[in-house]
Each structure stands twice: as C-alpha cells, then as structure tokens.
C-alpha cells in the first residue's frame, strides 16, 4: 500500500513539474532550445539586454542610450511591461540552461488598441523618444491589420543575441519559433521593426514583406542625421510583416481553454496611466521628427 503512495506522489510531482516546463518551440543543433520566456527568468533578460543590445543594436547605439540612466531605465520598464504578456520566447543553451539570447513580442488587437491606448499622451526621455519617434515614422504610413487582413497579430519588439551567439543562424531559428507559437495561439499575423541588413535578409527568407522602410541617413532632427552608427551596409530600418499561411484567426479569444492566449478584456488594475502609457505602439507618439523620406522605393 505504501508503496502504491509513493509512486502515485512521484507521478503526480512529475506531472507537476510538467505543468511548470515551458513550452519548446525549436532546437538548433549548436545546443541551443527555444521555449517560453518565464518569470525567472526576467532578470536575466534584463542583464542581457543591457549588455549585449542597447549597446550594439544599432538605433539605441547611436543615441548612446546606456549612457543615460533614466533613457535605460525607462527602456527596462516598457521591457518589463512587454514581457508580462507572456508571449516571448528565450533561447537557452542546453545542459547550462543560460539565457543567451531573446525575442520580446506580444499581440496587438485592433479593437482593444484603439480602446486603451487612443486617449494616452505619451512622454519619453529625450534619448529614447528619439528612438520611439523613429519607429514611429516607419509605422506611420502602414496599417498593419488591414496589409495582412488580420484582427490581431503579433509584434516583435526585440531580437537580442548574446555577442558570441550570432552569425549561427540563431536569430532565424527564433524567428521560426515565434511563428510555430503564433500558429499555435491562432494568431495569424507577425510584423517588427528590424534595423539590420542581416535580419532583413533573415525575414524576408521566411516569407516577411517589407511595408515600409527608412533610410538612416534621411531621417534627420534639427537638420542633423539621428542614427550615423549603422555598422557597414546597414542602410535602413523596415517594418516587415507575414501573413502565416495555413492560419485561421480564433474569433473569440477569451473562450480558450489555455489561459496563455486569452487577451483580457480589461486594464490591469496594477497597470498605471503611465504604463498604459508606455505600452502603446510607436504610432501614438506624438509627430515632432523630421524626416526627409517617405516608404523607400522598391528596387
């Protein structure tokens, strides 16, 4: 009789430690695991964007951002605020189970985003509302829903390696991942920003289209290029978006059995002016850049 106890408490701990375990969504076969970003590990995506993305990424590098505190801080805030949403996905080296790299997304809903966000004046530091007003200038002209037909999709807000990790095809593979769990949450659409040749490449190899791009050096405030240190052959940041073939839109997400793709219907109560505030695309801030390009022709 004990030992029937016994194997059915073991069972239900393994059972228990399942429900805990991330889903994986990909492994490459440089022993690197893609599953979904947990609390515990917030911190450690914290530290490595810090160290190995506002410093090299190439908008955030050339505003220095991390030189200035509060322009760091209020980006780990809005990261923080992102990563609630429990849609992004780490990469893991195998056997070490460290963190080494990071793909920040969340949905975007048509109708809860002109609910929440549209009333919200949004202020930034200096330093990274000249970021944000970047972004914003690429996002501007491109409806996103109406380009894919979707209700909802999901935005990528951050593609972060570790140094010694890229050049592997490790910023392809999470990508891939991100699609296999937009699929899984009935999410049909997946659209970013991404600010290098390489990932332009990377995206469009995976199907994206580029809706809108802006050369760097034609985005100019006060008559002076914003963004000099792109890195060699680096001309410009694009919006790119996928319809994801073989996708149907779930209608009603709120009547899901998982919890982990439900939108809720109401603001978090936790949620201040100010983080709502923060958490709106770039195409709420407000219009004071000039720039001297509009969508780059196709060649």
């Known amino acids: 009789m004990a030992k029937n106890d016994a194997e059915t408490l073991e069972k239900m701990k393994l059972l228990e430690e399942r429900i805990k375990a991330p889903s994986i969504w990909g492994r490459v076969a440089c022993g690197i695991r893609f599953e979904d970003l947990q609390d515990r590990r917030y911190d ?15 908008t955030y590098r050339s505003v220095k951002i991390v030189e200035d505190k509060e322009a760091t801080d209020e980006f780990v805030h809005n990261v923080r605020i992102w990563m609630k949403d429990k849609m992004s996905i780490a990469a893991v080296k195998e056997g070490t189970d460290k963190l080494v790299g990071l793909l920040i997304m969340r949905i975007q809903e048509k109708s809860a985003f002109s609910r929440t966000f549209s009333r919200v004046k949004l202020t930034h530091n200096p330093l990274y509302s000249a970021v944000m007003k970047f972004y914003n200038e690429i996002e501007k ?14 935005k990528i807000y951050i593609v972060a390696l570790k140094t010694r990790y890229r050049h592997r095809g490790i910023a392809k593979e ?11 949450a009935g999410v049909a659409g997946i659209c970013g920003i991404f600010t290098t040749a390489r990932l332009h490449t990377v995206a469009q190899e995976l199907g994206f289209t580029k809706l809108n791009e802006i050369y ?6 006060d008559g002076e290029i914003v963004f000099w240190d792109t890195g060699l052959g680096n001309y410009g940041a694009a919006i790119m978006a996928l319809r994801i073939p073989n996708v149907e839109e779930i209608q009603e997400l709120q009547t899901q059995h998982s919890s982990r ?17 923060q958490t709106a695309t770039p195409t709420d801030v407000p219009d004071s850049a000039t720039t001297k390009s509009e969508a780059t022709p196709k060649k």
Not at 142 to 153: A, E, I, Q
Not at 262 to 268: E, H, S
């Open 174 to 184: 999470l990508l891939k991942a991100a699609m296999s769990l937009s699929a899984s």
């Open 261 to 277: 793709f439900n939108i809720p219907l109401k603001v978090d109560e936790d949620e201040t002016e100010e983080d709502k505030a």
């Open 216 to 221: 760097y050096v034609r985005y100019l405030i």
């Open 44 to 58: 450690d995506a914290v530290r490595l964007l810090k160290k190995h993305y506002l410093s090299e990424e190439i």
């Open 141 to 154: 002209p491109v409806c996103v829903y109406d380009r894919l037909g979707v209700k909802r999709y999901f």
